[in-house]
């Protein structure tokens, strides 16, 4: 595992916790999974690599945290309003995203990410761009400021950014990285206890 200190302390990390977990039917956030509750762990990972950090959401993460405006205003409303709320104590740069209910994101990846290039970096899996685990460039926090104020609430509007290839990114990191915990069935295959959760 990388111990990585942050070359540029703007560099700030926003952990999401606030979905509504529809499909799971649970509080996402709070479910344990090896000793540790979802949040706290990714909060762990997050804060390893950037220089502050926030929690969108509940408060389950044990970073300090927010909520984001409007409630369940979707994840574009929810990175922003981490971002403004950072920038109360600092100037930010490029913010790393990340949302809490991948088990299996650790810290190399992150590194991985936010060291990839200066501009927006994103993995891609099974060809898929995983914008919930992805470096913001300040270029694209202000495009997403703009894009919010138009109506938009989601993350699939970013075309430009730099595509970390799945043989890439698997170097240091399991091929189901980001298998994310959103079902019930996911949850068994994790072995996660969905009648088991903290608070």
Request: glycine fraction near 10%; charged fraction near 25%; aromatic fraction near 8%.
């Amino acid at each position: 595992m990388t111990d990585v200190l942050p070359d540029d302390s703007d560099c700030v990390g926003v952990l999401l916790t606030g979905g509504q977990s529809s499909r799971l039917g649970h509080d996402k956030a709070t479910l344990t999974w090896n000793g540790m509750t979802l949040a706290r762990r990714a909060a762990t990972e997050l804060a390893a690599v950037c220089g502050r950090c926030v929690e969108v959401g509940s408060g389950a993460s044990g970073l300090a945290f927010t909520r984001e405006e409007p409630r369940f205003g979707g994840p574009l409303a929810a990175l922003l309003t981490g971002i403004d709320w950072l920038e109360r104590s600092g100037p930010v740069g490029a913010a790393i995203v990340l949302a809490c209910d991948y088990p299996l994101i650790e810290r190399d990846l992150l590194a991985l990410v936010r060291n990839w290039s200066d501009a927006t970096v994103i993995p891609v899996w099974e060809g898929r761009p995983q914008y919930t685990c992805a470096r913001w460039s300040p270029s694209t926090i202000a495009a997403a400021r703009v894009q919010f104020a138009a109506g938009e609430r989601g993350f699939r509007w970013m075309r430009d950014f730099a595509a970390i290839p799945e043989a890439q990114w698997r170097a240091v990191a399991p091929a189901d990285a980001f298998i994310d915990v959103d079902t019930p069935e996911a949850a068994t295959r994790y072995g996660i206890d969905l009648g088991r959760r903290e608070g």
